[in-house]
C-alpha cells in the first residue's frame, strides 16, 4: 500500500540565509518534491536531496509563471502520489504568501499538510534597516497591509483614507510599489500629515538591500532617485525617524557588495559566514564533489600499523572528516592514535582536526603541500621518519616527492575524490550570469580548474558586474593563470580572515 503524502508549506524568511529556521532547512533537506516561489533565496534550491524533482512557479510581480490554481493543483498531484511535497515561499505562507488558500486546497482534498512559519519581510526589512516597528511614545501599534489588492474584486478592500486616520501607528505595506503614489493620496485623504516620516526597503536582510528615507510628501521622489522597485517593504510613521541612529547592517564593512564563493558541494562554508556577517551578499557555487573512495584494504593495513607512524598528514579538511569517520568506528578510543603526530594544509583542516579534540602539531604559514613539506622539515624529525599522507586523488605529487627527498619514508591513503560538478543550469549560476559580482573567490586549486572549465557557461550577461577573482594562496594564483583566469588579488596571510582581509582592501580602493 502507497504511503500517503504531505505537504509543507514552509516559509524561507526574508532572504538572509542566516533567518531560515532549523525546522525549514531539515524539511528541504528531505523534500521529494520542492515548489519554490521567486523570492526564495536561489542557495537553498541547493539544499535538496539529488533525486528531489523541483519544480519553479515564478511569483515575481507581473510575472507569474504558473497561476495559483495550478499550484494548488500540483501540491495535492505530488502529494496522492506518495511524495513528500515542500511548497516554499518568501517570508512567512501566511503573510500576503496566499499559504491559506493552498492550506484551504489541501485540506479540501483531503491532504494532510504542516505549516512552517517563516520571518515575515516587514520584520526583517525593519530590523535590517534601522527602524524599530514599535517604539515607546511614538507607535503602539503596527499595521500589515498589502498594497496589491485582488484584481477580480470591483470594490477596494483596503480603506486608505481610515488608515491614514490612525495615531501612533506604524504602517509596513506589502506590494506596494506600482501603486505608491496612490496609496499616499488615499492615506492622506484620512488626514495623515504630508511630513509624516517614510521609508522603503528594497532586497531586505540581503547585501543588495538599498532603502530610502523621506517623508510621504517627498517618498516618491527618494524612491525614484534611489531607484527601488520590487520587492520593497514601506514603511510609514515616527518610527523611521529613527533609522539613521540605529542603522547597524548598511554600516558593514562589505555591506552592498556581491561575492562569489566557489566551494565543495555539501561543505560548510566557513567563509561564506563570515562575509555575510560583515554584510556581503554571497552566491555559493558548488563546482565540485568530494566523493569518499576508500580501499578497505587499505584501510585495514593503515589501521592495524597505526602505530608504527611518527605523523599523519592531511591535505584537506574533507580527508580528515572521512579519516575520522572511519577511525572511530574501527576504534572506540581516540587514544588509539597513541604517539602519532599531526600536520596540516591551512585553518579549516586543523579546525576539524582540532574538532576531535587533537592538536596540530605542524601547519605551514602558507597553505601549500609545499609550504606543509617544508614545514615539516623544518621540524628536523623527517629522517627515516615514517609518514600516512591522507589524500584525495588530486595534488599530492609535490607533496610526498619533498617528504621522500628528505628521507621521510611516506605511505599514501586516498580516501576520496573531487569531481567537477555541472553548475550551467543552477539558479546560483542563473543568479550570477544575470547579476555579476564584485568578486568571486577561488580557496583552492580545483575549485579554479573547475571554474575554468566552465567559463563558457558561467560568461556573463551584457549587464551583469564583472567581477574581480580573488585566490587565497599561491598555489591557487599559479593554477588560475595556467587556466587563463585572472589574478586581480592573492591573500599573503594565511587562513580565511586574511582573505577577506585582502578582498575589503581590494574592493575598497577599487571604489576610490
Not at 144 to 162: A, F, I, S, Y
Not at 279 to 295: D, R, T, Y
Not at 457 to 479: C, D, I, N, V, Y
Amino acid at each position: 500500500m502507497q504511503n500517503p503524502g504531505m505537504v509543507y508549506l514552509v516559509g524561507a524568511g526574508p532572504g538572509d540565509l542566516g533567518l531560515v529556521t532549523q525546522r525549514a532547512r531539515e524539511l528541504i533537506r528531505r523534500a521529494n518534491v520542492l515548489v519554490y516561489d521567486y523570492l526564495v533565496h536561489p542557495d537553498m534550491v541547493e539544499w535538496v536531496r539529488s533525486d528531489c524533482e523541483v519544480v519553479y512557479v515564478g511569483k515575481k510581480a507581473g510575472f507569474h509563471s504558473m497561476p495559483q490554481d495550478e499550484i494548488e493543483a500540483l501540491l495535492v498531484k505530488h502529494a496522492k502520489a506518495g511524495k513528500r511535497v515542500v511548497r516554499l515561499k518568501g517570508g512567512d505562507p501566511y503573510v500576503f504568501g496566499r499559504g491559506g488558500e493552498e492550506a484551504r486546497a489541501l485540506a479540501a482534498d483531503g491532504i494532510a499538510f504542516e505549516v512552517v512559519p517563516g520571518i515575515t519581510a516587514a520584520l526583517a526589512a525593519g530590523a535590517y534597516a534601522g527602524i524599530p516597528l514599535t517604539q515607546r511614545n511614538t507607535s503602539s501599534s503596527l499595521v500589515l497591509v498589502t498594497g496589491h489588492e485582488d484584481p477580480t474584486k470591483h470594490e477596494l478592500q483596503v480603506d486608505w483614507p481610515q488608515l491614514g486616520a490612525l495615531k501612533n501607528t506604524t504602517l509596513a505595506i506589502y506590494m506596494g510599489m506600482s501603486r505608491l503614489s496612490d496609496i499616499l493620496a488615499g492615506l492622506r485623504e484620512g488626514g495623515l500629515a504630508a511630513d509624516t516620516p517614510a521609508a522603503v526597503v528594497q532586497w531586505a536582510s540581503l547585501g543588495r538591500q538599498r532603502s530610502a528615507v523621506g517623508t510621504v510628501s517627498d517618498i516618491v521622489d527618494r524612491v525614484a532617485e534611489a531607484g527601488l522597485k520590487a520587492p520593497s517593504v514601506i514603511f510609514i510613521g515616527e518610527v523611521v525617524t529613527h533609522q539613521q541612529s540605529v542603522d547597524w547592517f548598511e554600516n558593514l564593512s562589505l555591506f552592498g557588495r556581491r561575492v562569489v564563493v566557489t566551494r565543495t558541494r555539501g561543505g560548510n562554508s566557513v567563509l561564506r559566514s563570515k562575509l555575510e556577517h560583515l554584510g556581503a551578499e554571497v552566491i555559493e557555487l558548488p563546482l565540485i564533489n568530494v566523493v569518499p573512495a576508500v580501499e578497505k584494504e587499505a584501510l585495514v593495513d593503515v589501521f592495524s600499523e597505526l602505530g608504527m607512524y611518527d605523523w599523519v598528514v592531511f591535505t584537506s579538511a574533507n580527508g580528515v572528516r572521512i579519516f575520522f569517520e572511519h577511525f572511530l568506528r574501527a576504534f572506540d578510543d581516540i587514544r588509539a592514535l597513541g604517539l602519532l603526530r599531526f600536520a596540516c594544509v591551512g585553518d579549516a583542516t586543523a579546525e576539524e582536526i582540532e574538532r576531535h579534540r587533537v592538536k596540530v602539531e605542524c601547519k605551514p604559514k602558507i597553505a601549500t603541500a609545499e609550504g606543509l613539506a617544508e614545514a615539516l622539515i623544518a621540524t628536523g624529525s623527517l629522517d627515516s621518519a615514517k609518514i600516512i599522507a591522507i589524500t584525495g586523488n588530486l595534488n599530492r605529487d609535490s607533496l610526498v616527492k619533498k617528504l621522500e627527498a628528505a628521507r621521510a619514508i611516506v605511505d599514501i591513503l586516498p580516501l576520496y575524490r573531487t569531481e567537477k560538478l555541472d553548475m550551467a543550469e543552477s539558479a546560483a549560476a542563473q543568479d550570477f550570469r544575470e547579476r555579476g559580482a564584485d568578486a568571486v573567490l577561488f580557496a583552492s586549486s580545483s575549485a579554479a580548474d573547475a571554474f575554468a572549465d566552465q567559463t563558457e557557461e558561467l560568461s556573463l550577461g551584457a549587464e551583469a558586474a564583472k567581477p574581480l577573482f580573488g585566490s587565497m594562496g599561491p598555489q591557487t594564483s599559479e593554477t588560475m593563470k595556467e587556466r587563463g583566469l585572472e589574478v586581480d588579488f592573492e591573500s599573503r596571510k594565511p587562513g580565511l580572515d586574511g582573505f577577506i582581509a585582502k578582498l575589503i582592501e581590494t574592493l575598497d580602493s577599487t571604489a576610490k
